[in-house]
Protein backbone atom coordinates (compact mmCIF):
# COMPACT_ATOMS: atom_id res chain seq x y z
CA UNK A 1 0.00 0.00 0.00
CA UNK A 2 1.52 3.43 -1.17
CA UNK A 3 0.27 6.12 1.44
CA UNK A 4 0.95 9.80 0.93
CA UNK A 5 0.62 12.45 4.32
CA UNK A 6 -1.84 15.71 3.15
CA UNK A 7 -1.66 18.45 6.08
CA UNK A 8 -4.63 20.47 6.04
CA UNK A 9 -5.97 23.65 7.83
CA UNK A 10 -7.69 23.34 10.78
CA UNK A 11 -7.56 23.79 14.69
CA UNK A 12 -5.93 20.37 15.13
CA UNK A 13 -3.80 18.05 12.94
CA UNK A 14 -5.17 16.46 10.30
CA UNK A 15 -3.73 14.01 8.09
CA UNK A 16 -5.07 11.34 5.43
CA UNK A 17 -3.35 8.43 4.24
CA UNK A 18 -4.42 7.52 0.91
CA UNK A 19 -3.96 4.46 -0.70
CA UNK A 20 -3.06 3.17 -4.27
CA UNK A 21 -6.48 1.49 -4.64
CA UNK A 22 -9.61 3.38 -4.38
CA UNK A 23 -11.77 -0.31 -3.80
CA UNK A 24 -10.33 0.19 0.22
CA UNK A 25 -12.42 1.79 2.63
CA UNK A 26 -11.22 4.80 4.35
CA UNK A 27 -11.60 4.98 8.16
CA UNK A 28 -11.70 8.07 10.50
CA UNK A 29 -8.82 7.30 13.13
CA UNK A 30 -8.15 9.84 16.00
CA UNK A 31 -5.37 10.10 18.36
CA UNK A 32 -3.90 12.27 21.07
CA UNK A 33 -1.42 14.40 20.02
CA UNK A 34 0.71 14.78 23.58
CA UNK A 35 1.27 11.22 24.53
CA UNK A 36 4.93 10.41 23.94
CA UNK A 37 6.27 8.34 22.73
CA UNK A 38 3.47 6.42 21.78
CA UNK A 39 2.21 9.68 19.25
CA UNK A 40 3.56 12.90 19.10
CA UNK A 41 4.21 15.82 16.31
CA UNK A 42 7.48 15.98 14.69
CA UNK A 43 7.86 19.81 14.85
CA UNK A 44 10.31 19.40 11.45
CA UNK A 45 8.14 17.61 9.34
CA UNK A 46 4.34 18.54 10.96
CA UNK A 47 3.84 14.50 10.57
CA UNK A 48 2.13 12.48 14.03
CA UNK A 49 4.94 10.28 15.12
CA UNK A 50 5.06 7.14 17.70
CA UNK A 51 4.61 3.55 18.39
CA UNK A 52 1.30 3.78 18.06
CA UNK A 53 1.40 5.60 14.72
CA UNK A 54 3.32 3.17 13.08
CA UNK A 55 1.07 0.36 14.87
CA UNK A 56 -1.87 1.91 13.34
CA UNK A 57 -0.11 2.30 9.99
CA UNK A 58 0.90 -1.50 9.95
CA UNK A 59 -2.35 -2.61 10.96
CA UNK A 60 -4.82 -0.59 8.35
CA UNK A 61 -2.22 -1.91 6.20
CA UNK A 62 -2.63 -5.41 7.09
CA UNK A 63 -6.73 -5.42 7.44
CA UNK A 64 -7.48 -3.20 4.39
CA UNK A 65 -8.30 -0.04 4.90
CA UNK A 66 -7.27 3.58 4.54
CA UNK A 67 -7.82 6.24 7.02
CA UNK A 68 -7.89 9.45 7.89
CA UNK A 69 -5.98 10.53 11.23
CA UNK A 70 -7.26 13.43 13.18
CA UNK A 71 -5.65 14.95 16.71
CA UNK A 72 -7.76 15.44 19.38
CA UNK A 73 -7.64 15.65 23.62
CA UNK A 74 -8.12 12.34 25.68
CA UNK A 75 -10.72 13.61 27.09
CA UNK A 76 -12.73 13.80 23.91
CA UNK A 77 -12.07 10.34 21.91
CA UNK A 78 -14.45 7.95 23.87
CA UNK A 79 -17.14 10.72 23.19
CA UNK A 80 -15.72 10.98 19.53
CA UNK A 81 -15.95 6.61 19.07
CA UNK A 82 -19.47 7.13 20.99
CA UNK A 83 -21.46 9.38 18.31
CA UNK A 84 -20.19 7.93 15.96
CA UNK A 85 -17.86 11.03 14.66
CA UNK A 86 -14.75 8.75 14.40
CA UNK A 87 -14.50 4.91 13.60
CA UNK A 88 -11.07 4.30 15.27
CA UNK A 89 -9.16 5.40 18.36
CA UNK A 90 -5.54 4.84 19.29
CA UNK A 91 -3.98 6.95 21.88
CA UNK A 92 -2.31 4.43 24.78
CA UNK A 93 -6.42 3.68 25.84
CA UNK A 94 -6.92 1.49 28.51
CA UNK A 95 -9.54 -1.28 28.31
CA UNK A 96 -11.21 -0.96 31.06
CA UNK A 97 -14.95 -2.58 32.31
CA UNK A 98 -16.53 0.54 31.48
CA UNK A 99 -14.92 1.63 28.59
CA UNK A 100 -16.08 -1.56 27.01
CA UNK A 101 -19.98 -0.90 27.51
CA UNK A 102 -19.60 1.70 25.26
CA UNK A 103 -17.16 1.02 22.64
CA UNK A 104 -15.61 -1.63 21.15
CA UNK A 105 -11.51 -2.87 22.12
CA UNK A 106 -9.00 -4.98 20.34
CA UNK A 107 -7.38 -7.59 21.96
CA UNK A 108 -4.58 -5.97 23.76
CA UNK A 109 -1.67 -4.53 21.99
CA UNK A 110 0.49 -3.15 25.06
CA UNK A 111 0.77 -3.98 28.71
CA UNK A 112 1.12 -0.73 30.65
CA UNK A 113 0.40 0.40 34.55
CA UNK A 114 0.63 3.22 36.66
CA UNK A 115 3.64 5.48 38.24
CA UNK A 116 5.01 8.10 40.44
CA UNK A 117 7.10 10.80 38.75
CA UNK A 118 8.93 13.26 41.34
CA UNK A 119 11.27 15.52 40.97
CA UNK A 120 14.91 14.38 41.48
CA UNK A 121 15.83 15.90 44.52
CA UNK A 122 12.69 14.50 46.63
CA UNK A 123 13.64 11.38 48.24
CA UNK A 124 10.26 11.55 50.67
CA UNK A 125 7.40 9.63 48.24
CA UNK A 126 8.07 6.57 47.87
CA UNK A 127 4.95 4.33 47.42
CA UNK A 128 0.73 5.64 46.72
CA UNK A 129 0.30 6.98 50.49
CA UNK A 130 3.40 9.80 50.35
CA UNK A 131 0.87 11.08 48.01
CA UNK A 132 -1.48 11.66 50.58
CA UNK A 133 -2.77 15.71 51.27
CA UNK A 134 -0.39 16.38 48.56
CA UNK A 135 -0.91 18.51 45.29
CA UNK A 136 -0.89 15.65 42.40
CA UNK A 137 -0.55 16.17 38.97
CA UNK A 138 -2.19 13.76 36.67
CA UNK A 139 -4.01 13.82 33.15
CA UNK A 140 -8.20 14.67 32.44
CA UNK A 141 -10.11 12.02 31.93
CA UNK A 142 -7.11 9.12 32.20
CA UNK A 143 -7.33 6.16 34.63
CA UNK A 144 -4.66 7.42 36.61
CA UNK A 145 -7.31 10.63 37.75
CA UNK A 146 -9.25 7.90 38.83
CA UNK A 147 -7.23 5.55 40.55
CA UNK A 148 -6.47 8.49 43.07
CA UNK A 149 -9.46 9.96 43.42
CA UNK A 150 -10.40 6.54 44.52
CA UNK A 151 -7.47 5.33 46.56
CA UNK A 152 -6.46 8.64 48.13
CA UNK A 153 -8.11 9.44 51.33
CA UNK A 154 -7.04 13.11 50.98
CA UNK A 155 -7.28 13.93 47.55
CA UNK A 156 -8.26 17.51 47.52
CA UNK A 157 -4.82 18.47 45.74
CA UNK A 158 -5.13 16.20 42.77
CA UNK A 159 -4.84 18.59 39.46
CA UNK A 160 -6.06 17.19 36.13
CA UNK A 161 -4.39 18.72 33.47
CA UNK A 162 -5.44 18.77 29.56
CA UNK A 163 -1.87 17.53 28.56
CA UNK A 164 1.04 15.53 29.60
CA UNK A 165 3.47 18.21 28.55
CA UNK A 166 1.66 21.06 31.24
CA UNK A 167 1.79 18.27 34.20
CA UNK A 168 5.20 17.91 33.77
CA UNK A 169 6.20 21.63 33.60
CA UNK A 170 3.63 21.98 37.03
CA UNK A 171 6.11 19.69 38.19
CA UNK A 172 9.33 21.10 37.45
CA UNK A 173 7.83 24.09 38.13
CA UNK A 174 6.97 23.24 41.59
CA UNK A 175 3.52 23.86 41.19
CA UNK A 176 2.93 20.25 41.98
CA UNK A 177 4.96 17.72 44.05
CA UNK A 178 4.53 14.73 41.96
CA UNK A 179 3.03 13.29 38.92
CA UNK A 180 1.64 10.07 38.53
CA UNK A 181 0.42 8.76 35.00
CA UNK A 182 1.13 6.01 32.97
CA UNK A 183 4.23 4.18 33.44
CA UNK A 184 5.75 4.62 29.59
CA UNK A 185 4.72 8.25 29.38
CA UNK A 186 6.51 9.34 32.85
CA UNK A 187 9.67 6.82 31.96
CA UNK A 188 9.96 8.38 28.83
CA UNK A 189 9.51 11.73 29.83
CA UNK A 190 12.30 10.77 32.59
CA UNK A 191 14.82 9.74 30.33
CA UNK A 192 14.86 12.57 27.94
CA UNK A 193 13.90 16.18 28.71
CA UNK A 194 13.28 15.48 32.30
CA UNK A 195 16.86 13.95 32.56
CA UNK A 196 18.63 14.89 35.65
CA UNK A 197 15.58 16.86 36.51
CA UNK A 198 12.89 14.32 37.70
CA UNK A 199 12.51 10.49 38.37
CA UNK A 200 10.15 8.06 38.69
CA UNK A 201 9.86 6.33 42.22
CA UNK A 202 7.85 3.11 43.57
CA UNK A 203 6.05 0.36 41.99
CA UNK A 204 3.92 0.09 39.02
CA UNK A 205 0.44 0.52 40.06
CA UNK A 206 -2.80 -0.97 38.61
CA UNK A 207 -1.31 -2.98 35.89
CA UNK A 208 -3.35 -2.18 32.86
CA UNK A 209 -3.34 -3.02 28.68
CA UNK A 210 -3.76 -0.57 25.91
CA UNK A 211 -6.36 -1.17 23.32
CA UNK A 212 -6.98 -0.25 19.48
CA UNK A 213 -11.01 1.22 20.49
CA UNK A 214 -13.11 1.33 17.74
CA UNK A 215 -16.72 2.39 17.46
CA UNK A 216 -19.31 -0.27 19.22
CA UNK A 217 -20.97 -2.51 16.61
CA UNK A 218 -17.42 -2.00 14.43
CA UNK A 219 -17.40 -4.36 11.47
CA UNK A 220 -13.46 -3.83 11.94
CA UNK A 221 -13.12 -5.84 14.50
CA UNK A 222 -12.12 -8.86 13.64
CA UNK A 223 -9.74 -7.80 11.10
CA UNK A 224 -7.77 -5.43 13.43
CA UNK A 225 -7.19 -8.29 15.80
CA UNK A 226 -5.89 -10.63 12.78
CA UNK A 227 -3.38 -7.71 11.58
CA UNK A 228 -2.27 -7.39 15.58
CA UNK A 229 -2.26 -11.13 15.80
CA UNK A 230 0.10 -11.50 12.47
CA UNK A 231 2.22 -8.77 13.79
CA UNK A 232 3.24 -10.92 16.41
CA UNK A 233 3.77 -13.26 14.81
CA UNK A 234 6.45 -12.34 12.31
CA UNK A 235 8.41 -10.37 14.63
CA UNK A 236 6.79 -7.04 12.98
CA UNK A 237 5.48 -6.23 16.56
CA UNK A 238 8.86 -6.32 18.40
CA UNK A 239 10.56 -4.33 15.74
CA UNK A 240 8.25 -1.43 16.76
CA UNK A 241 8.45 -2.19 20.09
CA UNK A 242 12.07 -1.60 20.35
CA UNK A 243 12.80 1.10 18.65
CA UNK A 244 10.30 3.62 20.87
CA UNK A 245 10.77 1.23 24.21
CA UNK A 246 14.00 -0.65 24.21
CA UNK A 247 14.03 -4.71 24.36
CA UNK A 248 10.87 -6.39 24.70
CA UNK A 249 10.19 -8.18 27.80
CA UNK A 250 10.79 -11.84 27.36
CA UNK A 251 7.10 -12.56 28.50
CA UNK A 252 5.68 -10.36 26.18
Not at 28 to 56: A, L, W, Y
Request: net charge negative; hydrophobic share 35%.
Amino acid sequence: MSTKWLKTLGTGLALTVAASTISAETLRVVTDPSFVPFEMMDQETGEMIGFDMEIIAEVAQRAGFDYKLNTMDFNGIIPALQTGNVDIAIAGITITDEREKIVDFSDPYYDSGLRILVRENNNEIEELSDLEGLKIGTKIGSTSYDFLKKNLDNNDGVTPYPGSSDMYMALMSRSVDAVFYDSPNVGYFARTKGEGKVKTVGKLYEGQQYGIALKSGSEWVDEVNEALAEMKEDGTYKKIYEKWFGPMPEDK
